[in-house]
C-alpha cells in the first residue's frame, strides 16, 4: 500500500493513523443500515488498493513523477489528510500559526505520497484483499481488514482507521500487521524535529524525506 520493501513495505515510510488499543476485535455486522455503511467504509479503500496495485504494475522504470501524478488524486481523497497530521502533531498542532500550518500540510502531502509512490515500486504477482466484515471502534470509527497477498511468502496485514466525514469516508490511520499505528510511529518522528527546530525543522525534514524517496525528482 514488491519485493520485500514492499519493495515494499517501509514500516516507517508507509502511511497510516488512532491508537490501535481502542480498536475492538469484532466484525460489525447488525441491520442493513449499518451493512451498507461497512460497504461504504470499504468502498475507499477499494479504490486505494487498485491505484497502488497499478502503480506497482508501472514499476520503477515508470518516472517517479509520473507515478507520484497518477497516485496523487487517489491518496488525497481517500485519506483525511488534514486528520492524518493534526493526530501525528498532536496537541500542539492547535496552537501552530496557521501560515505555518499551511505550509507543513503541502509537505506532508508530498511526503504522504511520495511514501507510497516508492513502497509500492514493483508487481510481482501480487493481489489485494479486502475483508468483507469492518471492526468497530469506540470513537464511532471502523476498521476495514485488508491483506497484500504475496506470491511464495506470506500475506501482509494492512487495516485502515476509516472516519465518516460529511462527504465520505476517509482513512485516518493505517495499521501494519494489525496493530502498528501509522499515526503513533509519526507522532513520535515529528515530535523529535518539533522539538529540535519547531514546525520550520518539520517541514524541511519533510521535503527531504520527499527528495529522498524520489531520488530528487520532486524537488
Do not use: C
Amino acid at each position: 500500500m514488491m519485493t520485500h520493501n514492499i519493495s515494499a513495505i517501509g514500516r516507517r515510510d508507509l502511511l497510516g493513523l488512532v491508537i490501535t488499543a481502542f480498536v475492538v476485535p469484532i466484525p460489525w455486522r447488525p441491520g442493513a443500515a449499518q451493512t451498507m455503511d461497512a460497504a461504504s467504509a470499504r468502498m475507499p479503500v477499494e479504490r486505494l488498493d487498485d491505484a497502488l496495485l497499478a502503480t506497482m504494475k508501472a514499476g520503477d522504470h515508470t518516472p517517479f513523477a509520473e507515478r507520484y501524478r497518477a497516485l496523487a488524486p487517489v491518496v488525497e481523497q481517500v485519506f483525511n489528510l488534514d486528520a492524518v497530521l493534526a493526530a501525528s502533531v498532536g496537541l500542539s498542532w492547535a496552537t501552530l500559526p496557521e501560515a505555518q500550518k499551511a505550509d507543513l500540510a503541502t509537505a506532508f502531502r508530498r511526503y504522504t505520497i511520495s511514501s507510497y509512490v516508492s513502497n509500492f515500486d514493483s508487481y510481482n504477482g501480487q493481489s489485494f484483499q479486502v475483508l468483507p466484515s469492518v471492526r468497530a471502534v469506540i470513537s464511532g470509527e471502523v476498521v476495514v481488514q485488508t491483506r497484500l497477498v504475496r506470491v511464495n511468502d506470506s500475506p501482509v496485514k494492512l487495516d485502515y482507521v476509516m472516519r465518516n466525514g460529511p462527504a465520505r469516508w476517509q482513512v485516518v490511520d493505517v495499521l501494519t500487521d494489525g496493530s502498528i499505528s501509522r499515526v503513533a510511529m509519526q507522532r513520535s518522528d515529528f515530535h523529535e524535529l518539533l522539538v529540535a527546530g519547531g514546525v520550520p525543522a518539520l517541514t524541511a525534514g519533510l521535503a527531504r524525506k520527499v527528495a529522498n524517496l524520489s531520488a530528487g525528482m520532486l524537488g
